[in-house]
């Protein structure tokens, strides 16, 4: 399974959205640094926000990474309806399953889900990333992220609070 040439990228369906609820789960118990909300926050969520948060609408979509049918890498972006910022899109929630990490699968789905928030008119693409993650930093890094500033303290995790460096990228 570690060959990425069966890989497929693509927005999430309703249908989908225990598997997206049990990868993010996974992605905070793995980086709870890293990812909001909480644990409890996102396990508390009912069905049917979890449905409404993938399913795709003109100002939100939610991108999976598959392989051989699973789902192992996740993605959204969504932006505001007012027209004066409507071509700015805000980056989230991505993860890929630690067990197919090392592979590019990352840099492949997010690549994906840019052609698609451009084709959708999106032209500009806004992140947040943990100073403490220089992994996750690095790859935004290489595909063309530049920081415009950092928000200190901007989470806290139990009684630790971390910076988070701001980055965009444009389409």
């Known amino acids: 399974m570690s060959s990425t040439s069966a890989l497929q990228f693509r927005p999430l369906r309703p249908d989908e959205w225990e598997a997206f609820q049990a990868l993010r789960l996974r992605s905070i118990t793995d980086m709870p640094e890293a990812i909001y909300p909480t644990y409890e926050e996102e396990s508390g969520r009912s069905p049917e ?63 994906a889900l840019f052609d698609y928030a451009r084709k959708a008119g999106v032209r500009q693409v806004h992140l947040n990333v943990n100073v403490d993650n220089p992994r996750a930093a690095g790859l935004y890094r290489s ?4 920081t415009y500033g950092r928000e200190p303290d901007a989470m806290r995790v139990g009684d630790r609070y971390y910076d988070e460096d701001l980055m965009m990228l444009r389409l």
Do not use: C, D, N, S
Request: avoid cysteine; glycine fraction near 16%; proline fraction near 1%.
């Open 49 to 111: 926000q979890v449905r409404a948060r993938i399913t795709e609408t003109e100002y939100q979509f939610v991108f999976g990474a598959f392989q051989a049918g699973e789902l192992i890498g996740i993605a959204g972006l969504r932006r505001e309806a007012l027209a004066q910022v409507a071509h700015k899109g805000v980056l989230w929630g991505v993860f890929v399953h630690p067990g197919r990490r090392g592979g590019g699968i990352a840099r492949r789905l997010l690549q």
């Open 143 to 146: 595909m063309g992220f530049e």
